[in-house]
Structures are given as C-alpha cells and as structure tokens.
Nanobody
C-alpha cells in the first residue's frame, strides 16, 4: 500500500494559479501511474489528469491547456500545475496511484488515494 499526501490547495481568484503536490511513500512510485481527481459538493468524483510511469499524460477536456501534470520520481512526488483557474474548478482534489495500469480515467482502477486538498476559486 502506498501512502499519498496532497498539499498546495487554497483560495485563489479566478484567473489565478495553484500548484498541487502529492508525496508518495514507497520505493516503487516510479512504476505507478498517478492520477488527479476532484470532487465538488454534491457531485461525483471526476477524473482530471493522469501521468503514466513513462510520463504519458491524459487530461479532462475542460482543463486541457490550463492544467499540467508532472512527476519527479527522485522525490516520489506528482504535481498538478493549475493556471487560469475558474470558479467551476472549485473542488477537493485527490491524487491516486494505479499500481498496474498504464494510466486510467476511471477512479475504480486506482489502488491508493490521498486525503484530498481543497481548492476554492472565487469569481
């Protein structure tokens, strides 16, 4: 099991930026696909971005061109750089580890989850 700890959330005005970090325990981080999901109040948890162990990336359509997912295997950390933030990006953001897949958009494919970090974008 991998422990994941997110950080970097906060309150920002529309058009602003935040960088989320997710630190992972364990020595096999580099072999995992890592994903970011988010959940707004009253809504289902939804896919945001994923990066494979080879650093291939996939994004939710509404964040393409604004968000960038990256990883630093030496630091066991995955990042989500969020620019041009909009009020509809407001949610709790979660990182997750997929131990065996190439990188999925389906939350049930993930094995480990962090506790989440709140992102609030004011208009």
């Amino acid at each position: 099991q991998v422990q994941l700890v997110e950080s970097g959330g906060g309150l920002v005005q529309a058009g602003g930026s935040l960088r989320l970090s997710c630190a992972a325990s364990g020595r096999t981080f580099s072999s995992y696909a890592m994903g970011w999901f988010r959940q707004a109040p009253g809504k289902e948890r939804e896919f945001v971005a994923v990066i494979s162990w080879r650093s291939n990336t996939i994004y939710k359509d509404s964040v393409k061109g604004r968000f960038t997912i990256s990883r630093d295997n030496a630091k066991n950390t995955v990042y989500l750089q969020m620019n041009s933030l909009k009020p509809e990006d407001t949610a709790v953001y979660y990182c997750a580890a997929d131990h065996s897949g190439p990188g999925s958009q389906i939350k049930d494919d993930y094995d480990d989850w962090g506790q989440g970090t709140q992102v609030t974008v004011s208009s």
